[in-house]
T-cell receptor, first 114, second 113 residues
Framework: DTGVSQNPRHKITKRGQNVTFRCDPI?????LYWYRQTLGQGPEFLTY????????KSRLLSDRFSAERPKGSFSTLEIQRTEQGDSAMYLC????????????FGPGTRLTVT | GDSVTQMEGPVTLSEEAFLTINCTYT??????LFWYVQYPGEGLQLLLK?????DKGSNKGFEATYRKETTSFHLEKGSVQVSDSAVYFC????????????FGTGTRLTIIP
């Protein structure tokens, strides 16, 4: 068990560019979550997958954001036409399906839009 | 909607002091409640949890009791150490089928020797 990993750890991009982040959950965790955290705030829920199905999406997830989990393992989060307001830490978490309620978080990807 | 209100920081204490970080929540029904901790340079880690009223979660000397009557889940520790310096987040998960965690804004704790 190597924990949840996220890549890249840091991303600097210019406004208007597209970016993609990857999350590798703990193996055999069927649930995967994306959150966004801005400075001085707690994480805010973006979306949730059970296996490959995207079951919940926050209204924070505008049409510029898309998330996938094609084979029920790793997930990607893409932001198109980035804006300065997208600058934040993007966190991924995973959980097994046993009812433990414990979400295991990755270290996050820090996005800076210049 | 669901919300969590957390004691604002930063909080600075001397080693061996008693710690309380207040957390209250608004939610329908009976949510599950959590405290997460984020040490410098690391990801969020679950510290403790309680899934029903009057449950007490405990871990590493920290405790929190689920109080339905006051909608609270205050974090306490009897004697803090320098290694407890971190940001602490209170969170809830609704029991109405959605999977998301709703977090408070976090409380930065610094323990001085």
């Amino acid at each position: 068990d190597t924990g949840v990993s996220q890549n890249p750890r840091h991303k600097i991009t210019k406004r208007g560019q597209n970016v993609t982040f990857r999350c590798d959950p703990i193996s055999e965790h069927n649930r995967l979550y994306w959150y966004r955290q801005t400075l001085g705030q707690g994480p805010e829920f973006l979306t949730y997958f059970q296996n490959e199905a995207q079951l919940e999406k926050s209204r924070l997830l505008s049409d510029r954001f898309s998330a996938e989990r094609p084979k029920g393992s790793f997930s990607t989060l893409e932001i198109q036409r980035t804006e300065q307001g997208d600058s934040a830490m993007y966190l991924c978490a995973s959980m097994d399906g046993t009812g433990s309620y414990e979400q295991y978080f990755g270290p996050g990807t820090r996005l800076t839009v210049t | 909607g669901d919300s969590v209100t957390q004691m604002e920081g930063p909080v600075t204490l001397s080693e061996e002091a008693f710690l309380t970080i207040n957390c209250t929540y608004t939610a329908t029904g009976y949510p599950s409640l959590f405290w997460y901790v984020q040490y410098p340079g690391e990801g969020l880690q679950l510290l403790l949890k309680a899934t029903k009223a009057d449950d007490k979660g405990s871990n590493k000397g920290f405790e929190a009791t689920y109080r339905k009557e006051t909608t609270s889940f205050h974090l306490e520790k009897g004697s803090v150490q320098v290694s407890d310096s971190a940001v602490y987040f209170c969170a809830l998960k609704s029991n109405f089928g959605n999977e998301k965690l709703t977090f408070g804004t976090g409380t930065r704790l610094t323990i001085i020797p």
